[in-house]
């Protein structure tokens, strides 16, 4: 055998080796891409499939045969079709994209798959785009969980700004990383404000009731991020840049979310604007100390006015009663002594005893209505009017209709008739007036009440200044059988007292 015979089958050995080689390189790479979980494929410069592999068609359906020839725009979603074909053309043009790209796929059943694809494309020696490469993994299932987590994010979002209550997330620096629409109304600022705000660097904005302001470590998120303690129902003052205070009611609670850690990372703080309720709480504060100031002005009045009623049943007895009894007991005295006019004198005296008689019972009628549990209140009403009506200093007329006998308790009786007396008197002392009409009317469930004059009348805003007592009695009286008392006058237009007081 000759030297180039001997050569020649050395190189046929080593072509076959080499042959070999390759054959088994090739079944290398096609049993990894056979098995390879990414689908590959291949896509000539048109953009047509020329190779799928396995995966392909074990995720889509399809196999190599079916592919070929087709192009990627006849499978892609019509919405996502865009997007991949300025991709294709950024690869011609480049040779790869800047990232991978999100689309949907057609499934051969008719369903569509999300796939996160890259590829990139090739090149001759004239630098004309040959073929390109792609490589795509299913990723239908994490963008169902994404999809769900960010529905999920919308509707606890949607919750988070719906909440009556202000609520903000506070980072362990005090720099706040979350806030609400409410947390927004009630700071008066925006949410980008809220997030470059640093709660603990704030000075001047945050105050105790009693005016002083928060220190930082008394600060409720402050003290909760140090100590991992929740804190519940503070009551602070935050002011606001216009300068005006909004009054909170705070409550914090740790949030931990790192490993182990050893303070908390975080705090939310939730707060409720009670800066209306703290001014009800302050009116209503006022009002009652008004209310005690008005009610021991009244029980003043009732005692001035019993007072006053004693002391003229003093002058009464002593100037009125006293006289005319000891005229009595002078004249008894005389008739000891004088046959001659002793039966005269006796018959002085007794009369005298008998005006003595009718003025106790005229004190003791203005004191207790006698003819009330006897007569009721219409005849005792009269009764006290007679009085009035013998002196024909004035005229009286007295109009009343309903069943006022049984449908007014006695309590509610003596409280009518007192009222009656007490503005009939201030009739008689002040209003000057030559007529008098009394209307007391029982209807609908309501008793109504009316005391007209047609006297001289007065300013009422000044009578209420000085606090009169008589209108303070009339009105007191009235309010403790929930009755209204209304009062119409004027000076020189007489006075008209209403009185609605239900049954």
């Known amino acids: 055998m000759s030297d180039t015979e001997a050569r020649l089958r050395e190189r046929i050995k080593e072509l076959e080796n080499e042959i070999e080689s390759l054959q088994s390189i090739k079944c290398d790479y096609r049993e990894i891409v056979e098995h390879a979980t990414e689908i590959i494929f291949k896509l000539d410069a048109s953009g047509a499939f020329y190779f799928v592999s396995a995966e392909f068609g074990r995720v889509l359906g399809y196999t190599n045969e079916q592919m070929a020839g087709k192009h990627f725009a006849s499978i892609v979603h019509p919405d996502d079709l865009q997007l991949c074909m300025e ?227 003093g002058y009464e007895l002593h100037d009125n009663v006293n006289q005319i009894l000891s005229t009595a007991r002078v004249f008894l005295d005389l008739a000891k002594n004088d046959e001659k006019e002793r039966m005269n004198l006796i018959m002085r005296s007794s009369s005298n005893i008998a005006n003595a008689v009718s003025e106790i019972r005229r004190i003791s009628r203005s004191l207790v209505p006698a003819s009330l549990s006897d007569l009721g209140l219409v005849l005792s009403i009269e009764d006290l009017l007679d009085s009035i009506k013998i002196s024909k200093a004035i005229k009286v007329e007295f109009y009343h209709s309903g069943d006022i006998e049984t449908a007014i308790s006695e309590k509610g009786k003596l409280m009518l008739f007192r009222i009656i007396q007490e503005q009939v008197t201030n009739v008689m002392k002040h209003a000057e007036a030559n007529q008098l009409v009394i209307e007391l009317i029982v209807d609908s469930g309501v008793i109504s009440l009316s005391i007209t004059d047609n006297g001289k009348g007065f300013d009422m805003e000044k009578v209420k200044a000085k606090k009169g007592v008589g209108l303070y009695n009339i009105a007191n009286r009235a309010e403790l059988f929930n009755g209204k008392m209304n009062m119409v006058t004027s000076p020189g237009s007489g006075c008209k007292l209403n009185l609605i007081i239900p049954l």
């Open 87 to 313: 991709n294709f053309e950024v690869l011609k043009e480049f040779g790869k994209a800047d990232g991978n790209i999100h689309f949907r796929v057609k499934h051969q059943n008719g369903h569509y798959i999300w796939v996160d694809c890259s590829a990139v494309c090739l090149f001759d020696e004239n630098n004309n785009p040959t073929h390109s490469i792609g490589f795509a993994h299913n990723i239908t299932q994490l963008k169902n969980v994404l999809e769900e987590l960010r529905f999920s994010e919308e509707r606890y979002r949607s919750l988070f700004d719906a909440l009556g209550e202000g609520t903000v997330l506070i980072d362990s620096e005090g720099h706040v990383i979350a806030s609400n629409r409410c947390a927004e109304n009630i700071f008066g600022i925006g949410k980008d404000e809220l997030k470059d705000l640093n709660t603990f660097q704030i000075r001047n904005k945050f105050f105790h009731e009693d005016g002083s302001e928060y220190p930082l470590h008394t600060h409720p998120s402050f003290v909760t991020l140090k100590t991992g303690k929740p804190l519940k129902d503070m009551i602070m003052g935050v002011m606001n840049i216009e300068g005006n205070i909004t009054w909170i009611s705070i409550n914090t609670e740790p949030i931990y979310y790192s490993i182990n850690p050893e303070k908390p990372d975080a705090v939310v703080a939730s707060f409720a604007d009670i800066t209306q309720a703290k001014k009800d709480k302050e009116e209503i504060q006022r009002n009652q100390e008004l209310y005690i100031e008005a009610t021991k002005a009244v029980a003043q009045a009732v005692v001035d006015a019993q007072e006053k009623e004693r002391a003229e049943i």
